[in-house]
């Protein structure tokens, strides 16, 4: 459904961007008519044919004037009407486009007619002297009968004026009607959006609040499910604590000498134990870092002493697992500023993947470096290494990169999401590199002890 959505919401968008553009080019095409007709009314055939049978009018008055005596019309008067009769002449028959107005009338043949005219008694006009009655009566005589056919070929540039004029307003009606559908059309098309817009809103509003409904109840789940897990940890740590207890004190002979078969059962239900509790003590150190609930006691500290306790501490289970840790001792302190319990405790969560994922016979080599203003600790072993489709999930909980049913190495998976969770209580962080059938190495850094700090522990001890 919200594919469909969007898919209306692009068409109309796209529909309301068409139609724009043809309202632009619509409305550039309405300026245009427009324009054109109002070229037309001011300077148009009717214009044109007017001012030429105006003029011949205005000439064949001075004739007449002329021939009549009058004092104020000179022969130069005469010439002065003629030039602008012959000028109105030329522009009548150059027209607005090449051709004179209605040149396709028989009311046109005057346009030759007259200038053939203009052309044969131009010297004769030009010649004209004062009181030349007698040229005067005789020019008048040859340009009057123009007097009608100019008005008939001016009705006729009158009627192709209309018939333009009516055209172009034939174009403009058509350009406001493609105008008003296209409004239309838009208006339609903001509509439908607006309503896509608005169903779209509405189905997002109901996904978030069916999201936000899982949500909750997905973590209720899971704190209900996290209560579970520390409530029943927390209930098993004391009988197990006290099972595993028991099983030492009959493993190292407090109760007597144990026949060779009775001892290897105790060795086994010993290691069990020490399992189950280790198991029982990730699960409740997981649950505290993810409420936010496990304690830190920071001091300034030697991080050489703190990896060097974690390797011994895991001494017993690497001589079971037959793997040689080897810790590269740095030359001096490296002072750092921590808790001495969780550094010891991410160290020693490093170590034992490592051993737990080496062959018997292998080594695990243990470093501790600065690298700028941080300490880093590696740890390096020759296993598997970390299959690529794992690399991603490495720090997440329960996880195992051997998570079948048959696999060689068990655990709760929580040791890397707890190293995680401790590094960054330190501000610091968790990384590693892998390479199939040539081993891993992790390392953690964090953040070197200010100078003067550790310059105020030494001068207090």
Same mark, same amino acid.
């Given at each position: ?211 936000? *409904?899982?949500? /909750?109840?997905?973590?209720?789940? @899971? =704190?209900?499910?996290?209560?579970? $897990?520390? !409530? +029943?940890?927390? #209930? ?50 997981? *649950?505290?870092? /993810?409420?936010?609930?496990?304690? @830190? =006691?920071?001091?300034?500290?030697? $991080?050489? !002493? +703190?990896?060097? #306790? ?152």
């Amino acid at each position: 459904m919200l594919v469909q959505i969007r898919l209306f919401r692009w068409f109309a968008i796209l529909t309301i961007l068409v139609t724009l553009c043809l309202v632009a080019l619509g409305l550039f095409r309405l300026q245009d008519e427009i324009d054109e007709l109002a070229e037309t009314k001011r300077a148009g055939p009717t214009w044109i044919a007017n001012q030429m049978e105006f003029e011949l009018l205005r000439f064949t008055q001075a004739l007449a004037r002329f021939a009549q005596g009058a004092p104020e019309v000179t022969p130069d008067n005469v010439v002065f009407r003629f030039d602008i009769l012959w000028s109105r002449h030329a522009v009548a028959v150059e027209g607005q486009s090449g051709r004179p107005a209605a040149a396709e009338t028989d009311e046109a043949a005057v346009l030759d007619a007259l200038g053939d005219e203009l052309r044969r008694q131009e010297a004769s006009v030009i010649d004209l002297s004062p009181g030349d009655v007698v040229e005067a009566e005789r020019l008048l005589a040859v340009f009057l009968p123009y007097g009608d056919p100019l008005h008939d070929y001016t009705l006729a540039a009158k009627d192709e004026q209309a018939a333009v004029a009516l055209a172009a307003r034939s174009d403009l009606a058509f350009y406001s009607q493609i105008s008003v559908y296209l409004s239309l059309a838009m208006g339609v098309a903001s509509l439908i959006l607006a309503v896509q817009f608005f169903v779209e809103s509405r189905f997002h509003k109901r996904i978030s609040m069916e999201n936000a *409904e899982l949500l /909750e109840k997905s973590q209720a789940a @899971y =704190r209900a499910k996290s209560q579970f $897990l520390a !409530t +029943v940890s927390h #209930e098993l740590r004391t009988p197990v604590t006290s099972i595993k207890g028991t099983l030492g004190l009959i493993k190292g002979g407090m109760l007597g000498e144990l026949s060779d078969k009775m001892r290897r059962m105790v060795e086994i239900a010993h290691g069990n134990s020490e399992r189950l509790a280790s198991m029982i003590n990730d699960i409740l150190d997981f *649950e505290k870092a /993810e409420s936010g609930e496990l304690s @830190y =006691r920071f001091e300034i500290l030697d $991080l050489v !002493t +703190v990896v060097d #306790e974690a390797v011994e501490a895991n001494r017993d289970f690497e001589a079971h697992r037959r793997v040689s840790v080897v810790f590269e001792r740095p030359a001096g302190p490296i002072w750092v500023d921590g808790d001495g319990f969780r550094l010891v405790q991410l160290v020693a969560n490093l170590l034992s993947n490592a051993v737990k994922f080496s062959e018997p016979g292998q080594e695990v080599i243990v470093g501790v470096t600065k690298v700028g203003e941080a300490a880093r600790v590696s740890v390096r072993d020759y296993g598997s290494g970390i299959p690529d489709d794992f690399k991603r999930r490495v720090f997440e909980r329960f996880t195992q990169a051997d998570s079948s049913d048959t696999r060689k190495v068990g655990g709760t998976g929580l040791g890397m999401s707890i190293s995680r969770a401790i590094a960054e209580n330190h501000n610091g962080r968790v990384h590693f590199e892998s390479k199939i059938g040539m081993g891993s190495t992790f390392y953690f850094d964090i953040p070197l002890a200010p100078q003067d700090a550790v310059a105020h522990r030494d001068s207090a001890a």
